[in-house]
């Protein structure tokens, strides 16, 4: 077998992507990075940052201001109500904040009940703590819905919490308030902690209903919740996120952030305050272009008769390629070889999900139809 | 009815210490702050210019997780150019900030080794650090008489019990005080002599008059050097460090830097980009103000019978304060750095700067 091969999880989506810069026209509908620049208002907002607040100091957990807009987005959006300076903290991206929220809340030998597929560093964080992930598998058939009765079969006297990532990534599934609500009390039931993520929650399509624990009775006191501008505001490169939590969890998450990486860029801090605050009127307009996005792209799998969980919310499809009778690597590997199109093997995300592909809708349409286009002729050569 | 889940959590993390100890300010708030790791320069208008002329031509995005490659490619010259190494872009992974350098060296390097040895006194992101996830610690105790660095017979014995990985600061966060070229080169000697290796902290090197020598130009092979773009810039609250190491040390840094943060804010790298251009400008200009300063301070405290520590970098000094002497800063409205966080008792740390001869006077 090649080196390629041999590498799994997050290194084979950094072989993929090295591979992608080798071809100009390649049409990337691999990595979770918006194709829309960060809105002018934020750049100018950094911009004036950088000449009036450059040698600003922050706390660890973040500028107070930016914490009072974080506290608000929550309460406004979330309904989640949060003391911003106490149950708040900021992190360098949604992904500092995942890794922080999984070492907060489990340690050596604790569980994380772990409904599959799910974003590959959740896996990898809980390595780093010592924490073993129990995965409760899910099928496409059913739109990747985690039935609330087998998360509960999969309890043991070492779960200690329990992640909810809605909408999913890479299954994009969002979980309905209804088996929120069985999941919150079920946590509450075996007195587990509950991750939540949140990062797409301004992404939900048709009549899907985005709904935080933490929001719900019973879910703020024993609830993490991240989040981040990186999806919503396409601010990937600024590295801006946050946890909210009950302050005695957070205070210890301050802890474990200064311990990381000392603090968050006082630029970026600056830029989010003007996201938060300012006019969402960008938002809007990319969760429309993202909603015609998503119809293009389900129509295309449909015509070549693929199947996959209906993308209820988020910024992807996962779709299942058993037909090709191959591994998801090698099919990603191929269509990127031979039609320059990036997508991601599922095997990247679970070893169980070796027959499916995430793919993205965070292209410009003429883009994504031409990617779907090539897609369509490296499925009929497989 | 309260959560026994997260009680027990709660407990776990009170029991370790290391997490709770306080950080000093990352970069000073106002000119009477002397406790800050960075002194404040206002930005060069050029380096502002290459942050903002990147975000409006979109650059917006992710980029690569080691930092983008121009970046890489400064900062590799500019260790060469001040170290005498041979360090290639491939070798550099640029963080958010220093902090993030000690983590990723710490956990990540420290993983390879059964043991690390690190010095009794350091700055107290160390310690932060190793508690993260505890590593199996050698302390190497320090010598005042040094500027609280361990002495060579110090290191020598702990290599010889079989540690082999060193935590080294030269110049020390605490005093300034930093190894000679000759004690260098025996730390050197005795990482090769034990097959041993070194995180090597010089981010302070280069308000050392004449330079400060690097372990990495003579044992670069077993280095990992880890410092700020560039210390004393103005860039201190925009969080842009970087580690220099082997290839084979740095995939595995570079995997965990993924799984942590993905990639380190652009705005802060094309900002260090730009600054990478006209560090030299400044440098010496800054380096004798300083230098000036710090003299004045000096004959200050030697006039009124304060104890100093030996320290050479320019941009701070340690004093030996007891509570009394601490009251009368806090009167004078100085901030100032506690001993105690680093690990040194009765000691504090000033910047130097306009305000440190009125920190000299309050404690005299």
Redesign the interface.
Known sequence: MSKKKQAAGTNLLYQLIAEARTYDDVIVMGRGDPDFDTPAHIVAAAKHAMIHHQADVAPAAGLPALREAIAARVKRVNNIDVDPASEVVVTNGGQEALFLMVLAALGEGDELIVPEPNYNTYADSLAFAGGVKVAVQTAHEADFRADPAVVRAAITEKTRALLLVSPNNPAANVISPADMRALVDLASEHDLMILADDIYDLFVYDDFVHTSPASLPGGKERSLTLNALSKAYSMTGWRLGWIVGPADLMARVAELKAAISGGTSIISQHAGIAALTGPQDAVDMMAAAYARRRRLVLDALDEMGMQYGVPQGGQFVFANIAFTGMDSAEVAQRILSEQHVLAYPGSAFSKERKDYLRMTFLQPEEQLVEGLRRMKLAMASL | MA????TK??A??AANA???IP?P?????DAHDLG?DEP?Y??DERI?AG??EA??S??????D?PGIAALREAIAKHLNAACGTSWQSANILVT?????AR?LTIQIIGAQFEQIGVPTVAHP?LQ??L???RRQVVSLPVETELGCLPSLDEIAAALKNGCRLLYLESPSRLSGAAYTQNQVARIADMLAQHDAAAIWDQGLARWVDEGCSSLAALAEGATAAIGEAWHGI?L????VGSIAAPTDWIAPMQ??K???????????QY?ALAASEIVGETHQQRLGQMRRQRAAALAMASELGLDLLPGAANNLLALQADAAARERLAEAGIDFAAGEDFGARDIVRLNIGAATATAIEALG
Request: hydrophobic share 45%; aromatic share 6%; proline share 2%.
């Open positions: 959560s026994q889940t997260k959590l709660l776990r993390h290391a997490l709770n950080l300010g990352i970069a000073m708030r800050a404040f206002p930005l502002i942050a903002v975000l409006e979109g650059q917006t995005h992710y980029v997780v958010a900030g220093l902090q993030e983590f992101g932060k650090a508690g993260v996830r103005g201190g609250s925009w969080l995997s965990q993924q799984i942590m943060a993905i990639c380190t804010s652009t705005a802060s900002a």
